[in-house]
């Protein structure tokens, strides 16, 4: 199968390619075989991008789709409230067909939005029925998944069990593949650290590890005094850590998660972007959770380019293209299989409109995406070449039905757990 996407402004992000006010992108078998000026494939199917431009999806390395049901009733909480809100007061009621339908339409929505590749951070840890149906919720969107099984938040019960039976099932060759979320050190002690770790590398597994915001806790520093640094970690947030353990993570080639508009909303502190630049680590963004923050990466850019050229009139609006294609890529081992145009790589792309009022005219492409994007500009999504979204429809998904069920599964847990829908809901964590 041969499909050609004609007349594009094409925003490549792999510097042998370039960029091309005007370019051909040709796809055989799903994979990007050519990209030029023009290209002359008659035996091809094709899409025509003018008025569009063509750049690889983007890959969020970090977001609980699990929450998906509580959508922006977390507007206004700190983490404490989050924290007692969704950990400690809704998660308790919620059942396998829950997490299926909030994982569904959790990456249905990311997909919506141009969101290629997602790592879904699963913490729900409630029974092998709820982890089967994460699973099964993310093999049911087209995307490109990777599930990150992670305990429950605060427990040190062991998840070997779990991670070998889960792995079997995941081998790593499909668009669902998997990752091991560490608890860490604070959680369960360097020892539990050290075993988990162990297990991912004899399982071929990367890891994903959240950093306490408030950098109190054993970090990065205990972590490399214990020779437990790796390469195939993503330390999330890490707002708190000093400059000194930026470098270390630099040294070891480990990758970092900024979640700008969650670490900013919920007490963080500032996000780390500038200062792991500075250190020679490349920040990848992710959205965190939905209660709290939207679901796409045009909000999460904007916020994390406001907020660093507030403080230092550092990056440029490529800088932030990288970090969420490229970069982030890389950061959950895809860098050889996605996140650029490049020929060899799977076909990961989408068409962005434009014409559209909001950044028309499109005079620099990489300033108006970062700058003014929005989800209402994703016109067209590809998986591995597979059209998963064409004329801003999502392809073959019955969203009247989807939405239902997740309205009847919120409504059903909000009544089990005793808390209202009506906006008026603020937990309140019992003061130490």
């Known amino acids: 199968m041969k499909t050609l996407l004609t007349g ?243 040294d070891v080639g480990a990758s970092l998660s900024v979640s700008p508009d969650v670490e900013l909303k919920m007490g963080f502190g500032s996000p780390v972007t500038g200062r792991a630049l500075a250190a020679g680590v490349r920040p990848t963004l992710s959205v965190d959770d939905v209660p709290s923050a939207g679901g796409d990466m045009f909000s999460t850019m904007r916020t994390a380019f406001a907020v660093q050229r507030g403080l230092d009139g550092g990056l440029r609006s490529r800088d932030l293209l990288e970090f969420t294609t490229i970069d982030a890529a890389r950061s959950c081992g895809l860098g050889a299989r996605t996140g650029s145009v490049t020929p060899g790589k799977d076909a990961d792309l989408i068409l962005l409109r434009t014409d559209d009022l909001t950044v028309f005219p499109v005079t620099d492409p990489a300033g108006s995406i970062v700058s003014a994007g929005h989800p209402g500009l994703v016109d067209t999504v590809l998986v591995a070449g597979q059209v998963v979204k064409r004329d801003g429809v999502l392809v073959g998904v019955d969203l009247p039905a989807l939405r239902a069920r997740l309205l009847a599964s919120r409504d059903r847990i909000a009544a089990a757990a005793g808390i209202p829908l009506d906006g008026t809901w603020h937990p309140r964590p019992e003061s130490k």
């Not at 007692?84 to 909030?102: F, S, W």
């Not at 205990?222 to 708190?240: I, K, Q, S």
């Open 8 to 250: 594009g402004t094409v925003v490549s992000m792999d510097p042998a390619v370039g960029d091309l006010e005007r370019g051909d992108v040709l796809i055989e078998d799903g994979v990007i075989v050519e990209v030029a000026e023009r290209i002359d494939a008659r035996d091809a199917e094709v899409i025509d991008a003018t008025d569009r431009i063509v750049m690889p999806g983007f890959v969020d390395n970090h977001r609980h789709s699990w929450q998906t049901a509580f959508r922006g009733v977390g507007a206004d909480w700190t983490f404490p409230e989050w924290a007692l809100a969704m950990h400690r007061t809704v998660k308790p009621h919620y059942r396998p067909e829950d997490v299926y339908a909030g994982t569904l339409l959790g990456r249905l929505e990311a997909l919506h939005s141009g969101v290629t590749t997602m790592l879904d951070w699963y913490h729900v840890a409630q029974s092998h029925a709820h982890e089967d149906a994460a699973v099964a919720a993310l093999r049911d969107a087209p995307g490109r998944s990777i599930f990150c099984l992670g305990a429950g938040w605060g427990t040190a019960d062991s998840v070997d069990a779990d991670i070998r039976r889960v792995r079997s099932e995941l081998p790593g060759d499909g668009l669902v593949t998997m990752t091991f979320g560490l608890r860490g050190p604070d959680d369960t002690g360097m020892d539990t650290v050290a075993r988990e770790l162990k297990l991912a590398d004899e399982l071929g597994l990367r890891t994903s590890l959240h950093v306490d915001p408030g950098g109190t806790s054993p970090t990065v520093a205990d972590l490399r005094e214990h020779g437990l640094l790796r390469e195939t970690t993503t330390f999330v947030h890490a707002n708190g850590i000093s400059d000194e353990e930026l470098r270390m993570l630099a």
